[in-house]
Structure formats: C-alpha cells, structure tokens
C-alpha cells in the first residue's frame, strides 16, 4: 500500500466514522426530542404548581392571622374570666360579711 492509497483508506475510514456519529447524534435527538405539547403541558403544570404554591402560601398567612386573632381572644377572654371570680370571691366574702352581721344583729336583738 502506497502513500496515497493509505491517505484515501484513512480518509474514507474518517469519513464512515464521521456518518456514524452523526447518525447516532441524530437518533438520540430524535427520540429524546420534547414535542411541542409537551412543552405546553409542561409550562401549564409549572403555571398550576406556581398557583398552587401562592395559594398555599395565602392559607398559611391567614391562619398565622386568624391563630393569633384567637389567641388574642383566649388572652383576653381568660383575662375577664380572671377578673370575674376575683369579683365573685369578693361578693361572696362580702356577702358572708353580711350575714355574720345580720346574725350577730338578729342575736343582740333577741
């Protein structure tokens, strides 16, 4: 084999090499290839999950708001309960007071 016969082997040997990976290439991206409804759905579901997410994002504020709403209100509700059996206590001690009065009274004056 000569020079230039061993040239055009190489060259021809380059160039089926050259054919085959770029068939290969175009086998992979033909079968890998996204459609364009897929890419669709897929912007439609990426859309969705974003709604989803502020929505999500929206309940959890209002429950945070509405959690401390009720605490403030179970604060103050026991605050006023607190406040009303003080008031109680003092009623019944006072009321107590009395009737040791009325009887000490009752008794002095039979």
Known sequence: MNRTEFIIATAIV???AFCLGWFANWLVHRFIRVSGSDVGE???MAQELHEAEETRDQAITYLQQREAELTNQISQTEAELS????GLREARREAEDLRG???RQSNSSA
């Open 14 to 16: 380059l160039f089926v």
């Open 42 to 44: 897929l912007e439609k």
């Open 83 to 86: 406040a009303t059996m003080d």
């Open 101 to 103: 009065q009325l009887e």
